[in-house]
């Protein structure tokens, strides 16, 4: 059974760069197959996808957040991570990773971490 | 991007009742959406993919239907355990982009 653990600060100061991690435990990132993504929720409101990384490095971000979002892989930690720049109380919010689907092209995402929430306050 | 636009927003039905939650899209995705459960401080789970099937593990009372721009999400019979947010997906085109969520609760 695939899992997955979100970790990093819970509160981060305006203008600071947000880093969170991902482990992965009951699969290994670098068998391939699946994009790791890492998808946000604000309080209270829907989902937005940030991004996505495959074992290889290769990235695609969503291009509201493209310009402040780098997310990288280390695969002998099995762990993905994601760091966004220049935040503000906009980016306060639930982070979740999750496992993406693919075919061809990423399609959906069937394991989550629990999320881990995110403030942005000095 | 392509915006996803689910109704009704909330929706409050009785146990064994049939519910029914549509979501449209701003353009055609053939069959590329997905349905989601988010029961409350936890994450979405996955339970219908390409509109219509059913993901491994998932109650047969769920179903989906719909293609094109049209799709519908029903529960046949409501249980007491099926009160949560559900979101659309589609992944016809990056980035995925859900739906705004339909709150369901007890009646």
């Known amino acids: 059974q695939v899992q997955l653990q979100e970790s990093g600060p819970g509160l981060v100061k305006p203008s600071q760069t947000l880093s969170l991690t991902c482990t992965v435990s009951?699969?290994?990132?670098?068998?391939?197959?699946?994009?790791w993504s890492w998808i946000r929720q604000h309080p209270g409101k829907g989902l937005e996808w940030i991004g996505y990384?495959?074992?290889?490095?290769?990235?695609y971000y969503n291009p509201s957040l493209k310009s402040r979002v780098t997310i990288s892989v280390d695969t002998s930690k099995n762990q993905f991570s994601l760091k966004l720049s220049s935040v503000t109380a906009a980016d306060t919010a639930v982070y979740y990773c999750?496992?993406?689907?693919?075919?061809?092209?990423?399609?959906?995402?069937?394991?989550w971490g629990q999320g881990t929430l995110v403030t942005v306050s000095s | 991007d392509i915006q996803m636009t689910q109704s009704p927003s909330s929706l409050s039905a009785s146990v064994g009742d049939r519910v029914t939650i549509t979501c449209q899209a701003s353009?055609?995705?053939?069959?590329?959406l997905n349905w989601y459960q988010q029961k409350p401080g936890k994450a979405p789970k996955l339970l219908i993919y390409?509109?219509?099937n059913l993901e491994t593990g998932v109650p047969s009372r769920f179903s989906g239907s719909g293609s094109g721009t049209d799709f519908t999400f029903t529960i046949s019979s409501l249980q007491p355990e099926d009160i949560a947010t559900y979101y659309c997906?589609?992944?016809?085109?990056?980035?995925?982009?859900f739906g705004q969520g339909t709150k369901l609760e007890i009646k």
């Open positions: 999750a496992r993406g689907r693919v075919r061809g092209v990423i399609i959906g995402f069937d394991y």
């Open positions: 009951g699969g290994s990132i670098s068998s391939g197959g699946y994009y």
């Open positions: 990384i495959y074992y290889s490095g290769s990235t």
């Open positions: 353009q055609d995705i053939s069959n590329y």
């Open positions: 390409d509109a219509s």
């Open positions: 997906q589609q992944y016809d085109n990056l980035p995925p982009t």
